[in-house]
């Protein structure tokens, strides 16, 4: 038997619930993992409300670490007692046991600690492919990145800074700035007290950015493509906010040519080969150096609800674990 979590309906952070679960064997492509951590992800929160579909009841969580147990046929990667971690699809990573299919579970090299796993696979390989896979970014390019203090907005300040691009990054407090700046950002604007296209525009000398990362979605979306440059790329890839709604492609050309794409990890790591060289790039990062994980919230998995509670409330930085067994 295992522990988990599961929801039986969309809902609030309540709906959150601990059951005993049976464990099977892992058939052809499977792998059994015992959890050490999970992670906790803002993808949690858009499932366990109901903004992004999945089968009910469900076990929630996308990311963790752990050892594993067994292997079915055709593993040919992973063996009984590796220490590994993973972001993967279906949910399922809140649980101190699972079976799942074994494309996506990493060997962890012996440098990262299991709660550095658990905290940065998910966050870690979403920053590999918003920098290195969505659209041409070199050195001395500048990004507008919302968010910056949180789970992968920090990943995200590093990376940049260690690839030379300059990351302004934004943030609701002037803690959370600081925080973005001294893991790399080279300028953070509180958006909640400043206008951030005003911000960007004295920033950049009027020039604006080549790219917008923004994972904040309905409250930002028009004043991202505000502070790009013509032809520049607004990349969404989340909805801390709310969804982006009727949106007019028409202003894409009326600003300046610009472009939109909405992309997600899953299908950049869906192909079991890309998902692994993707996995060595970060594990290159973190073991360099040049990007640490910062873990400012740690929790039993019975604390879940609480922990939601926390990252919907913004009250979170950096990213936030789960200590399951
Ligand atoms: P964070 O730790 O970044 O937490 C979310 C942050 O969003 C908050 O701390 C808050 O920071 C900011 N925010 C702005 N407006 C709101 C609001 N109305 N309600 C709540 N938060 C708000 O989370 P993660 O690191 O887990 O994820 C960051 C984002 O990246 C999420 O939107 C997530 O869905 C997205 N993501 C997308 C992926 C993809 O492939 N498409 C993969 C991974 C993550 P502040 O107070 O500074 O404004």
Partial sequence: MS?????????GADELTIVDMDVSKPSFGEVKVQHKYCGLNYIDIYQRTGLYNVELPTVLGMEASGTVVAVGGGVSHLKPGDR????????????????????QVCVLPEKISFQEGAAMMLKGLTVEYLIHRTTPIKKGDTVLFHAAAGGVGLIACQWARSEGINLIGTAGNDQKCALAVKYGAVHCINYNTHDFVEEVTKITNKQKVDVVMDSVGAATFDGSMDCLKPLGMLICFGNASG???NFNVGVLGQKGSLKVTRPTLFTHIDDHKKCQSMAAHLFKKIESGEVKIRIDQEYSLAKISYAHKQLEQRKTTGSTILKVT
Avoid: D, L
């Avoid at 993973?86 to 299919?101: K, L, N, T």
């Fill in 3 to 11: 522990k988990a979590v599961i929801i039986h309906n969309y809902g």
């Fill in 84 to 103: 590994v971690a993973y972001a993967s699809q279906p949910p399922g990573a809140y649980c101190e046991e699972r079976v799942m299919p074994a494309a």
């Fill in 243 to 245: 969804p982006v709604e």
